[in-house]
């Protein structure tokens, strides 16, 4: 047995504990609004400017007194048409030898082998589907500048590897001609896709895209008018009828109603992005 203390056992003291009870605190969270980027146009300022850009297009396809200022451009699309027989040859499992770009903006491209059926159409086809591809990647201003950047390079690189043998050939004027026209309008795209502001941007894109169009839509018409009268003008379209024995005409009027509905489709969808 253990013995008892003295006094017997004294009461035990509980310790009570009040917790504190803390309000919620609100914390204000400010409001983030993001810094406008360089390449940021407002929906009226980009409208604007495609505005602009169509009436410069069509003054310059247009207006006779325009002439000088329209031949780079010409140029160009002429350069874009006869890549894309070259480039159609290859997509096809043929060979792109050569091309030309003449003085007067006619060209030849110098393929063998591939698919005659896409090759032949592929120079008018491919500057009408050349104008509907910017009008589309003209949307924002970053597409745009790829899309310059792009056409700069492929330019550039195209022309330095399939107009160097023209240099050896009859018709080295022409070779030289498109040699540094090439290599000069390449560069200045691929520049303007670097250093140009977003203006400048829209703007340019939407100029290349409407040229290319309306001279896709005059060069149809001109072929269209060719191949009805008989005139047996050596072109793509008498090429055509060469290779199916169907009347040039009808190849005309065929490849201007595919262009038709290239570039229809991609301005609607300019339109309904715009609006």
């Known amino acids: 047995m253990f013995p008892e203390r003295a006094g017997g056992d004294k009461p035990r003291r509980h310790l009570s504990v009040q917790l504190c009870q803390h309000r919620p605190v609100t914390v204000a969270t400010p409001t983030l609004t993001p810094h406008p980027t360089p390449d940021d146009l407002t929906p009226e300022r980009h409208a604007a400017l495609v505005a602009v850009a169509v009436l410069a297009a069509a003054l310059l396809t ?15 699309l002429t350069l874009v048409h006869e890549l894309s027989h070259g480039f159609a040859a290859l997509a096809t499992g043929g060979r792109f030898v050569r091309f030309v770009v003449f003085a007067d ?18 120079g008018y086809l491919g500057a009408a589907a050349f104008g509907a591809g910017l009008l589309v990647a003209g949307g924002s201003v970053r597409g745009g500048r790829w899309a310059l950047g792009a056409v700069g390079a492929v330019v550039f690189l195209a022309t330095l590897r399939y107009s160097l043998p023209t240099l050896a050939s009859r018709q080295a004027a022409g070779g030289a001609l498109t040699l540094v026209a090439g290599l000069a309008l390449g560069a200045l795209l691929f520049w303007l896709a670097g250093r140009a502001g977003a203006g400048w941007i829209v703007f340019a894109v939407h100029l290349l895209a409407v040229m290319a169009a309306l001279t896709a839509f005059s060069d149809l018409w001109t072929l269209i008018g060719l191949s009805a009268g008989g005139s047996g003008v050596d072109c793509d379209a008498e090429a055509m009828a060469a290779a199916t024995f169907l009347p040039a005409v009808v190849w005309a009027v065929v490849w201007a109603l595919a262009a038709s509905l290239l570039v229809g489709a991609a301005a609607r969808h300019a339109w309904r992005r715009w609006s």
């Open 62 to 76: 247009w207006v006779d007194g325009l002439t000088l200022l329209a031949y780079p451009f010409r140029l160009l």
């Open 105 to 122: 903006g006619s060209g030849l491209a110098y393929t063998a082998g591939g698919w005659r059926w896409l090759v032949i159409p592929a």
